[in-house]
């Protein structure tokens, strides 16, 4: 299983813009990049889900470079209810999840 | 919206007793799982269910662990015997619904069971 590593936490403030980065150097070529959002005491939820260049809904984009080696969760205008701990993740097909320890963001009024 | 929903929400047991924590995944979904996490740390996989049988677990999930599908709906994970470390929120997932449209690893996951051994 290809690991990821991204930051431990980050701070913003309401309204910003927030990027958390996630590297996956190993990634294989069936390999999709994911993200989850875990509030506390809940289970996590998916967000967003890519392969390559850029995948946008209505929560977040996600852009992936060609070598696919990093790829950026951006939320847009964060609120104080997107504090929660944002988990990337690489996996292909219905394989299970490896979490790691996730980016704890913390958004300030 | 369908979602997961799991029971009890909380569960105090004592060491050595036996639990049965409960799930009702999605519908039409044909993956089920089961993962934990310990207060402050990471969520664990534990096992992954398909077509009525074990198709991956982890080396957390030992011989005290059990999973099983029993009428089609209920997916239910037993611990035989526990243990002070199996304290922890249990978490149960699914995916893969036969209509299609969603991502492959969007997997839909409960409320959580707050297990706490005595």
């Known amino acids: 299983l290809a690991k990821t590593t991204q930051p431990i936490s980050m701070d913003s403030y309401e309204g910003q813009e927030v990027n958390i980065t996630c590297s996956h150097n190993?990634?294989?070529?069936?390999?999709?990049i994911t993200w989850y959002q875990q509030f506390p005491s809940q289970g996590p939820r998916f967000i967003i889900q890519?392969?390559?260049t850029k995948v946008t809904n209505e929560v977040a984009s996600l852009f992936i470079p060609a070598d696919r080696k990093s790829s950026t969760l951006s939320l847009p205008r964060v609120s104080l209810s997107d504090t929660a701990v944002y988990y990337c993740l690489v996996a292909s097909g219905y394989s299970t999840l490896t979490f790691g320890k996730g980016t704890m963001l913390l958004v300030s009024p | 919206e369908p979602e997961v929903t799991q029971t009890p929400s909380h569960q105090v047991t004592q060491m050595g007793q036996e639990v049965i924590l409960r799930c009702v995944p999605i519908?039409?979904?044909?993956?089920f799982y089961w993962y934990r996490q310990i207060l402050g740390q990471k969520v664990e996989f534990l096992v992954s269910?398909?077509?009525?049988?074990?198709?991956?677990k982890s080396e957390i999930f030992d011989d005290q662990f059990s999973v099983e599908r029993p009428d089609g709906s209920n997916f239910t994970l037993k611990i035989r015997s526990t243990k002070l470390e199996d304290s922890a929120m249990y978490f149960c997932?699914?995916?893969?619904?036969?209509?299609?449209?969603?991502?492959?690893?969007?997997?839909?996951f409960g409320p959580g069971t707050r297990l706490t051994v005595l």
């Open positions: 997932a699914s995916s893969g619904g036969t209509s299609g449209g969603s991502p492959f690893n969007e997997q839909f």
């Open positions: 519908s039409n979904h044909l993956y």
């Open positions: 890519g392969y390559k």
């Open positions: 269910f398909y077509n009525n049988e074990i198709s991956e």
């Open positions: 190993n990634i294989a070529t069936n390999d999709y």
